[in-house]
């Protein structure tokens, strides 16, 4: 594999200390041994994978997914469990200047079918994967931020769409008291528990037939009479069509064509012990919502089912076991600046994961041009649990050759390339330098 970071970052320090390794065991799938057939393989085990796998055996197709790892080792089965509107980076206005409005209302459309189709999956498949949050939060962490938070209220409320705004002197009876200045509720999404139904998934795909494989890390990915070749450590696959689901941990040659296409970028999340009911009031954050700030280099947090609260920031540019340690020490400093009542709260459990850029800030879900049989999606920009999952349905329609029913923008349909091939992560210091001077 060839890939842009260190070792370290595909590695086991990351992850170490995960909370949700703790709340449910990874099934023990097998490893690929010798030749197999299918009619599609799927490398990557994640959201992606595991939806197509599912959606494509319940149409009849056999399938092979390959997982490197674990089950639930790459950012699926690490992230914050926000399932929520997004994928794209852009502001509506800026999706309609470079796609047109009807690529833009489509991918709008698109991001409230992810969360719908999420839902449906796990009332479907009987999936226990501790949900809650009416909607997400976003709170602003300034007065300006707090402006343009009202008037993004004011700009829906006209549009029909539902809204709930709250000034800085209701937060607190709300259940979100912090450093924060106005809050804006939208009611589309909900957390979960990433792993839970990460597995919850696989279990339906397996039971529908599909084959899932761990331990068996695609090697290379070659065009074979009228399909493909699979290689992996120990077998080899042949399949007629083939679907990329390896999002911050793609490779850049595998296929050659994903060379310098995405960006991994660190996402890191903390997990602190149960709060006392005392402990919540003194902060006065009891709410259930799943939130975030309007920072650009933003935290994500929730206080979970068990009075655990869940705490998230983006960052983190080097992969080492020092920057590791440093970007960590970063995450809790920020979490005592954001609830100061709960400095003496210990943090139990800590790590990190890649979530994964495109160069136009957009997802790309579809056929690689000019490979026949091979499709990929990925680029989710830390929205995963949804997007991932809906991209995972729309590959089943393509691999098959079908229209997708479910919106389907030409806004996600291109994948540019970044400039400076491997070394593209150049680009990524600067970038956060301009963030973080605009938050």
Known sequence: MRRI??????GPGPRSNCWWDETIPAPDWPVLEGETAADVAIIGGGFTGISAALHLTESGASVVL????????????????????????????????VFGKPAADTYDASEVAAVNLVKELLEAHAIDADTHSHGETQLAHNEKAARRLSARAEEMRRAGEETDFLSRHQLAEHGLNGSFHAALTTSAGFALN?????????????????????N????????????????????????????????????????????????????????????????????????????????????????????????????????????????????????????????????????????????????????????????AGLCYHGNGVAMGSY??????DLVQGIQPELPYSPAVQKLPRFPFGRARRVLMPPAYAVLGLMD
């Open 5 to 10: 970071f260190s070792g370290y970052a595909y």
């Open 391 to 396: 991209a995972g349905r729309l590959l089943s």
């Open 66 to 97: 390959l997982e490197a790892e674990t089950p639930g080792w790459g950012a699926s089965g690490r992230n914050g469990g926000f399932c929520c509107l997004g994928g794209s980076k852009l502001s509506s206005g800026t999706m309609r200047r």
């Open 194 to 214: 990433p792993r839970k139904y990460l597995f919850g998934l696989a279990a339906a795909a397996e039971e529908a037939g599909a084959r899932l494989f761990q």
């Open 216 to 375: 068996s890390p695609a090697q290379s990915v070659k065009q074979a009479g009228s399909g493909y070749e699979i290689k992996t450590n120990k077998g080899r696959l042949l399949a007629s069509k083939v679907v990329i689901a390896t999002n911050g941990y793609s490779s850049e040659d595998l296929p050659k064509w994903l060379a310098g296409r995405y960006m991994p970028a660190q996402s890191t999340v903390m997990v602190t012990r149960v709060l006392t009911e005392k402990e919540l009031r003194a902060q006065g954050w009891f709410s259930r919502q799943m939130a975030y700030d309007t920072r650009n280099l933003l935290h994500y947090f929730r206080l979970m089912p068990d009075n655990r609260f869940l705490f998230g920031m983006r960052g983190g540019l080097l992969a080492s076991p020092r920057a590791e340690a440093g970007i960590r020490a970063k995450l809790r400093q920020d979490f005592e600046a954001t609830f100061p009542e709960w400095r003496n709260v210990e943090t139990t459990h800590c790590w990190s994961g890649m979530v994964c850029l495109s160069r136009n800030l957009v997802p790309f879900i579809g056929p690689v041009p000019g490979h026949s049989g091979l499709f």
